[in-house]
């Protein structure tokens, strides 16, 4: 599979025509490769999780601003006493709305930091695994 990271493929060729004693340069650039791969998709998951909250954020303000419109043109033409009741009942429902939506994108944004966090924790686990085995073997 071909790298889009040339730097990366350039700097582990050069790295391949070192030899080191007890040192498998293959595997070990095998695996910072691997490390860089899991940054990447935790990278992804994470901008992917930041388009997902700015999109239902843009969402809301457009249902926000429909409800506005829509609660001005009913408040129109009434008497003092029904229009402040109006005005309470809409003002108690935005609150309602509003902390709502709070609710649902904190429980957005955390969803995509838990799988942000668990690409990288996954590797980290891997890694650990694999400084076991070479540990191991000396």
């Not at 040339?6 to 050069?14: G, L, P, V």
């Not at 709305?97 to 957005?108: G, S, V």
Request: neutral net charge.
């Amino acid at each position: 599979m071909a790298t889009p990271f040339t730097q990366i493929t350039d700097f582990s060729k050069m790295l391949e025509s070192f030899k080191f004693p007890g040192v498998d340069m293959t595997s070990l650039l095998e695996a910072r490769h691997k490390d860089v791969e899991a940054l990447t998709k935790a990278n992804t998951l994470a901008y992917e999780g930041m388009k997902a909250l700015v999109r239902k954020q843009t969402e809301m303000l457009n249902a926000s601003a429909h409800e506005i419109q829509a609660a001005a043109g009913r408040m129109s033409g009434d008497n003092p006493t029904e229009s402040m009741a109006k005005q309470g009942e809409f003002i108690q429902q935005s609150l309602q709305t509003a902390f709502e939506n709070m609710r649902e994108l904190a429980e957005m944004a955390q969803e995509s930091q838990t799988k942000a966090l668990a690409a990288i924790s996954k590797r980290a686990e891997q890694t650990m695994r694999e400084l076991k085995a070479v540990s191991n073997r000396t």
